[in-house]
């Protein structure tokens, strides 16, 4: 049976252009991988403090620790690649439809990462034990693993843009090289059955952030003969989290990411790069600085991390379990929905009836809560909350805009009855 088409844009036209088009795009692409090398250089060199370059001799030094890819760093990011891929096409899993495309149809996907997680968890701990691989390999390697990791996403990329133009020439375009680069020619690029964007999402990325957390807190471990608190509660966190996007995996396929985003650089490198090099910091910076914690602090920072995260996953699991069994119960009672022209329907109750995306609350809580054990030394392990918050404020504005494209009025209407974006009362 054909569905109703839910996932067409408002109007077939060219896309609006974000992120200020081809000259933002191209800007982006040169400032972020520079701002990774800079917050590991910060790290890694200067203890966690910023480095602050007062000259052009200061900027060529820095540049000048720039590490260039090792033979070892392709070797294991070429590993890593292939495994996680096999691991996706082999692996056992229910296969689970994702939300109807423009013609109705729906993909299927193997729901296979909760598997692919613990088999490379298992693994890991296995080449450690058998001495294959030193547990701090990730950390020692860390630098040209990063070059590897960017080189990669930039020539990936490009195939993308070519692959997805050839493959689904009717996917919306601008028509601009450098802005569809960036956000990719296609929506669902595939070869076979094989996702190139569910892929991206998470098996390479997230699994990759779990092991380097754990190389650090190994390092950790050899230099000062204990793993510390503040360590322990990084990781176990970070962990909750990466295991927990696997338990809940289908989840993923009502998201913004999966719905409405073509795969190109940002999602590929933001996959790829970004998450495992940067969410790493925290745990980065605790490898030289093994402070320990008072019981009530690391008492709250645990109480502060269930917080957001029940919000953060009740949420989703909210707008997921609406969309696909519209009625199922929420806080006990039926939900309350607009009907919008399109076919889709907008939620009103739970936490979608208090704010648009208080998601990205539970989220941010959780995001104070891996920066907390670090203390008050440094500014750099709290990049990532602050970085966060400017990501989900500026992701909550531009879905607030697509929505509005995609709904018109009934958005409006959603709006006028949702009145906060974020915090409830508050924002
Ligand atoms: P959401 O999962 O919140 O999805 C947004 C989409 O949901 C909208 O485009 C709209 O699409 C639909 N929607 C909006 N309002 C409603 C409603 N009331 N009822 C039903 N559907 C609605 O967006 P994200 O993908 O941004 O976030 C998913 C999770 O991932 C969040 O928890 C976020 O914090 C997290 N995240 C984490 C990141 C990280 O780096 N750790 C980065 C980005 C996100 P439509 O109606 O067309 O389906």
Known sequence: MQMKDTNAPHR???????????????????????????LWISVHYHGGALVVPRSLEDVRRLVGLIPLPTPRAVFMVGTWLLLQGLLQVLAPGPVVYGTPLRDGSRLPYRMNGWFAFWFTLGLAAL?????????????????????TANLFCFVFSLFLYFYGRATAPTDPRTGHPVYDYFMGTALNPRLGRFDFKFFFESRP????????????????????????????????????????????????????????????????????????FTYCLQAYYLVTHPHELPLWATMGIVMLNLVGYYIFRSANLQKHRFRTDPQARIWGRPPEFLETARGTRLLLSGW????????????LIMALAWCLPCGGGHLLPYFYVIYFAVLLIARERRDHRMCQARYGADWDAYCARVRWRIVPWIY
């Open 12 to 38: 077939a036209e060219r896309p609006p252009m974000h992120f200020g088009g081809p000259a933002g795009t191209l800007l982006l692409m040169l400032a972020l991988p520079a701002l990774v090398y800079y």
């Open 127 to 147: 080449a450690v034990w058998m001495g294959w691989v030193p547990a701090t390999a990730l950390h020692e390697e860390f630098g040209p693993l990063l070059s």
């Open 205 to 276: 990325g997230l699994i990759a952030w779990v092991l380097i957390d754990l190389s650090l807190a190994a390092a950790q471990l050899e230099r000062h003969g204990t793993i510390s608190t503040p360590m322990l509660l990084v990781c176990a966190f970070q962990i909750l989290y990466v295991a927990d996007y696997f338990f809940h995996e289908p989840a993923i396929l009502t998201t913004l990411d999966i719905r409405h985003e073509h795969f190109g650089f940002m999602l590929c490198w933001g996959s790829a790069v970004w998450v495992p």
């Open 352 to 363: 979608w009836g208090l704010a648009r995306h208080a998601n990205y609350l539970g989220d």
